[in-house]
């Protein structure tokens, strides 16, 4: 199994936007997120000052393309939740089952505001596979999915048990960077329940220490990601 990481867009030209690839030994692809798609947050697509931009490399449909694997070849897309930047372009894979919170798949629907709203035509085109689960659950041998809500209710990381590198936990936006790691900071701007957010961080914590993880992944830190490996590079 290997885990390719990809930077599909930028917050304020500075933070990164991930997603995730997965492919595993028996030849399925896993797809984590879908990244950013212009419009949104309801900016004017393409418009330079937007608060998040597309990356240089592109969207994640290109990024994919350019290492060989077309929406079709995506079996499973796990939505750790819809947030604009991370929910883009589901609709572009329509093969895949989406493997969700129940939880969060509910909330999202009746979420009256941009945050999640629009983007929906997107998340929530007709013909989407949805399969809603409740808190932590092993996807496959291997791929862990862990219920870390806060940020939004139903948020999700994933705990990765790679062979050569080890246990590598993506925390995604339970834990956005390096310094909201400490549950005793202030908690990220845009977490909606900030003292579930603490208990996240704690339980996410813990994991990478009962679990010796070797790396954790930050969402959106920017000094993180410089030195991580980027698809077409990956961790095995």
């Known amino acids: 199994m290997r885990l390719l990481p ?19 030994d028996d030849g399925r692809n896993i797809l984590i997120d879908t990244g950013y798609r212009a419009g949104s947050y309801g900016e004017v697509p393409g418009s330079a000052d937007a608060f998040i931009t597309v ?16 929406p079709g070849d995506i079996d499973i897309l796990v939505a750790t939740h819809l947030d604009g930047d991370h929910a883009g372009f589901h609709d572009a894979f329509p093969n895949a089952e989406i493997v969700i919170q129940r ?12 945050r999640m709203a629009g983007g929906r035509r997107w998340w ?32 999700q990381s994933v705990l990765l048990l790679l062979p050569e590198t080890g246990p590598v936990l993506l925390a995604i936006d339970a834990i956005p960077a390096l310094a909201y ?14 003292v579930a957010s603490t208990e996240s961080v704690r339980k996410l914590n813990g994991l990478a220490a009962e679990r010796d993880v070797t790396l954790v ?7 993180q990601w410089k030195e991580l490996r980027i698809a077409p590079d990956f961790y095995a």
């Open 217 to 223: 992944v930050y969402g959106h830190d920017a000094e």
């Open 55 to 70: 990356a240089p490399e592109g969207t994640i449909i290109e990024q994919l393309a350019a290492i060989g694997v077309l």
């Open 6 to 24: 990809f930077v599909v867009a930028y917050v304020q030209g500075v933070h990164p936007v991930p997603a995730y690839l997965v492919q595993t």
């Open 181 to 194: 790691a400490d549950p005793d900071v202030d908690r990220f701007p845009s977490d909606l329940d900030p």
């Open 124 to 155: 929530d085109a007709p013909g989407l596979r949805y399969r809603e689960i409740e808190g932590d659950t092993e996807l496959l041998p291997g791929v862990e999915l862990i219920a870390s809500g806060g940020h939004v209710p139903g948020h």
């Open 103 to 114: 939880g969060h798949l509910a909330f999202a629907r009746d979420f009256p505001g941009i």
